[in-house]
């Protein structure tokens, strides 16, 4: 069964930093597109960054600069580094992954695995 956990949400005040870690169990990360979403209250999931095949990146434009998405195959983790967060970036953060998926493209929403989500909360 393939289950994925993330880590490392918190509070922390305007400009510091955190990041976020997404453990898969059940399945190898590869060459799939995986990405990191975001939901605040009274909000749809958006994207905040993807990870392709090819290596490719994507970040939202509100965090293009100031978030990081990379990725550890030995150790089975997806990362979001987060800097100089701003009280917007409060929200539960997903990880998501789709083995069957080479690249992010069409709806994301539809990415086979979804993790329970981490909370990241932002005071200004």
């Known amino acids: 069964q393939v289950q994925l956990a993330e880590s490392g949400g918190g509070s922390v005040q305007a400009g510091g930093s955190l990041r976020l870690s997404c453990t898969a169990s059940g399945y190898s990360y590869g060459r799939y597109c995986m990405g990191w979403f975001r939901q605040a209250p009274g909000k749809e999931r958006a994207v905040v960054a993807t990870s392709d095949s090819r290596g490719t990146t994507t970040y939202a434009d509100s965090v293009k600069g100031r978030f990081t998405i990379s990725k550890d195959n030995v150790k089975n983790t997806l990362y979001l580094q987060m800097n100089s967060l701003k009280p917007e970036d409060t929200a539960m953060y997903y990880c998501?992954?789709?083995?069957?998926?080479?690249?992010?493209?069409?709806?994301?929403?539809?990415?086979?695995?979804w993790g329970q989500g981490t909370q990241v909360t932002v005071s200004s």
């Open positions: 998501a992954a789709d083995p069957t998926r080479a690249y992010c493209m069409g709806n994301l929403a539809t990415l086979r695995y």
